[in-house]
């Protein structure tokens, strides 16, 4: 039986969700640079120390001299990869940061409003350990994942060497890549719909959550990948033209460069968010669909009883 | 009827005579015997590619020219390399070779190994149960990769000995440049061979992890049968082919004045024939490829035609008739990048299958390299095991210049995307994390890990020889590698035979050089300490400086932080555009140089001319008085940029 829920018209209302609520997007994209720096500091200054009196500098600035660069890398007093634990810290703490504050963003997002920063918090609070348990869940989901890839690039291997073609190897383990993006996509978007049902739904229960929502994704598994795509391909597109700016960008010119790079962050984490709000779009058209009758009844939580000094909007807002 | 056994007559005349009728082993204008000819080795050998195993019978000719009775031999058994416990797999295993940590998991039918069915000497009865297993290296009870025989009566001065030996080979999964993978099998080391006497000694070393091989020059006459379809390439010239009728044939080939071996075959290949019209004459290059590597096929004869023209011009004539490339398939890199006498593999790489980049230079580079080795290795076969500098180190250094020459100087290894590299520098990269561990002249085979000795064997030799440049000339080193290569080919010479030519050539004592280079593991980093200029009034009170009219003096400061000596000059420039030169001998540890101009200090360079890749750190060879933000802020850039794609990945996962 074919379902009602295509999707039809998500792409773009997600889009518009995202534009209507720029501000949680410019919060992530502001706390992300602020990793940025702080994770790039420490190796900053100890670039500073070493190439800001020398002319060895001059053909990494005119130019990109990998030579010179390896020079860093490799040269003992200079032991560039030596500040690379501030990066991995500073990404750490911002990946803790998101699962945070997740409840905050599908929230906004699920009421299509400004939340005041005690309602944000509220809500990310009260979401934050069933949030929690869903990513503890998708890690063990994502590690199945990269396991089986690893299994089947031996098995690439073993094909491999029965073909008289030697590509055919190469190109198993490129169809394997492919592969693991889509599946990878796919485990994102249904731990996404978990959150959105938590949050819609007031779930609680995440383990029952998690294969409802398995169930969710799998029936309408074209539809959501190919949203989810979709989206995905802007942010690389988009990356992309920045790319192709940036073979033309003079190699000197540092802020256009830095712009540049920044602007591909932002595209990255602007899908990441159009892909949040689109879902949550999706799952408010369609939820009807998947509810599902059940013996015991549990009483409706009250969307906004988190947040007690909020007024609710008005019923035809 | 009659036609038919005609042409059946026929084809067994043509291959009983195509010995005699056969290509020479050498380019038309190069004649009789090259080298001092030890050993004739006999082979006939069966393949069989399901069991991927080699069943052989081997007879060999061994000319006692020691100049004293000979009563032991050693033999190498290389493939037994590929034993659990043996010497190589417990190196390669500390150095962490993938494909010895995954040794674990291998089928027992993947170990390689050689087995002696039985093993005569003609006059001596089969002496089988005189073969015993030594260890001369490390006494490692479990290796298998040298055993020797005691002759029950020795063999005269001058006189020959003649070993008919039965063997099975057995190859691994591609390891270590030997074995098979799908219907690929590149067969090296495969074959018992006997030691080198030496320096008045037998040299028989077992086969390491980390080095290569030394064997005695003299002729090959090796007959392969496989299947019918397969095509194969070996070492020396092709002499004969005949259908076995039974779906088999047999190849013969025949090769002078080698010191190995080794063929490779497949049904999958493609046959690309070339040549390279060289001082001795036209030479074959025959590339076994697979269609599927098209695009790199011009690339490869483009390269080879280029390193080989010029290997003619600098060092000396190519004088084999043919040179066979190998390039393997995608899933067996291991076996690329390897050289054998008169056969070279080389390596397309994973994404090599459908097309390289032109600017990626990574098969030029290794072709160069594998092709340099018919040099120094081929025909100066100085001993892998003890100084795999002489052949690795000064292949590096000429396969630099073929690069060079080739595609610049900044760019030769890669020129993509605007991002340039050298091959200088590649190497450089290898060279610099283990500037201080091992000396060049410490046995090769005891460095103290894999990148240890491919930093120094490779990297840091070349360096030395770059950095040479600068004492000597190009001119000279290349006028010097000509005569050394002249003097000692097809003879295995020293490495003091090889600084001695140096010495001899540029007319210069460099032994103060070699010392350090060669003997020491000094390590070489010359700085700019301080360059500083101040008013030389600087006593007077509220002085004020007026550019072009104040006068200054600058105090530059040179300092020798390694214990490398080696002589330096710097350039001093001034901001009313002056430029000076300074010259240091650079043996105390460091020098100071005082200008009073009415200019103040811009920049000190030293090394300005880039002469010098022996200096372990370029970061600290100059100072700039005006501060340089511009390449830290870049970088810095880059890395915030990486750090906040790391940190978007992350929570992307949660």
Known sequence: MRMTGDGKGVFAAG??????????????????????????????RQLHRILGHTLAGEQLFKGFDIAMFYELVRVPEAGLLRFTNPSYLMAGLFALLMLLISGGVFESYRLDRRLNTGEFFAASGAFFWRFVRLALMSLVVFGILGDAYLDGEKLADRLGDKFANDQVGFAIRLVGVIGLVLLMLFVRLWFDMAKVRAITDGEHRMVPNTFKSLEIARQRVLDLLWLYLRISLVAWIAALIAFLIWMRVPPAAIWATFILLELVVLAQLGARMW??????????????????????????????????????????? | MQLRTFLFFLAVGAFCCAPLAAQSPFAPKVSGVLSQRVVAYQIEAVYEPKQHAVDATETLIYRNL????????????????????????????????????????WNQKEHGSNEIISFEVVGMGDLSKQMKFISPDDGNPDDKTVFEVQLPRPVAPGQEVQFRIKFRARFPEVVARTG???????????????????????????????????????????KITLPGNYIIGATGVQTGESDNGNGTKTVAFHAE????????TDPNFRVIESHFDGSVGPVKIRLLSYSSHRSSWQRYLDVMEAAMRRFDQWYGPYPYAQITVVDPP??????????????????????????????????????????????????VATNEFENAWLDEGINSYSEVKVLDGMYGRNASALNLLGAQMGDRDYLRGDYLPVAETDSLARPSYTDMSWGAYGGVSYGKTAMILLSLEAIIGEQTLRNALRAYFLKYRFTHPTQEDFMRTVNEVSGQDLSWYWQQAVYGTQVFDYAVLRAKSTPANWYEKDTEEKPGETLYETQVILQRKGDFVFP?????????????????DGKDRWVRFVYQKKAKVESVELDPDHKLPLDRNYLNNS????????????????????????????????
């Not at chain 1, 369609?286 to 009250?302: D, R």
């Not at chain 2, 004045?257 to 490779?264: K, P």
């Not at chain 2, 160069?368 to 025909?379: K, L, N, S, T, V």
């Not at chain 2, 000059?569 to 240091?584: H, L, M, P, T």
Request: glycine share 8%.
């Open chain 2, 568 to 584: 330096v000059e710097a350039q001093i420039k001034f901001d009313n555009g002056e430029s000076v030169r300074e010259s240091w």
């Open chain 2, 180 to 222: 098979y993978k799908g219907s690929f099998l590149l067969a090296g080391q495969w074959f018992p061979k006997v030691g080198v006497w030496w320096n008045g000694a037998w040299n028989c070393h077992q086969f390491h992890a980390l080095t290569e091989f030394f064997a005695d020059f003299g002729t090959y006459d090796v």
């Open chain 1, 275 to 317: 892909q949040v709000a689109a879902l949550t779009l999706w799952y408010k058209r369609y939820a009807a669909e998947f509810a599902q009758p059940s013996l015991e009844v549990a009483e409706p939580e009250p969307p906004l009883s988190l947040y007690p000094e909020t007024e609710l909007p008005p019923a035809d807002a």
């Open chain 2, 66 to 105: 020691t100049g004293q009775p000979l009563s032991r031999f050693p033999f190498h058994l290389y493939l037994n390399a590929f034993q659990p416990k043996s010497t190589w797999m417990y190196e390669a295993h500390r150095d962490g070779s993938i494909r010895a940590n995954e040794f674990a998991s």
């Open chain 2, 623 to 654: 100072n700039v008085a005006t501060e340089q933000l511009g390449a830290s802020h870049k970088i810095a850039a880059y890395w915030m940029f990486l750090t906040q794609m790391l940190a978007y990945l992350l929570s992307w996962l949660v």
């Open chain 2, 257 to 264: 004045d080698v010191h190995d071996f080794a063929w490779t």
């Open chain 2, 330 to 379: 995608h899933a067996s890199l291991e076996a690329g990048g390897m050289e054998y006498p008169t056969f070279i593999t080389g390596g397309t790489g994973w994404f090599g299958t459908w097309v390289v980049p032109k600017g990626d230079h990574e098969t030029e580079v290794v072709t160069a390299h594998e092709f340099g080795h018919q040099y120094w290795y081929g025909m």
């Open chain 1, 15 to 44: 889009w518009r969700l995202l534009w209507h609520r720029w501000e949680l997007l410019c919060w992530l994209a502001a706390v992300n640079t602020a990793c940025g720096v702080l994770g790039a500091l420490p190796a900053a």
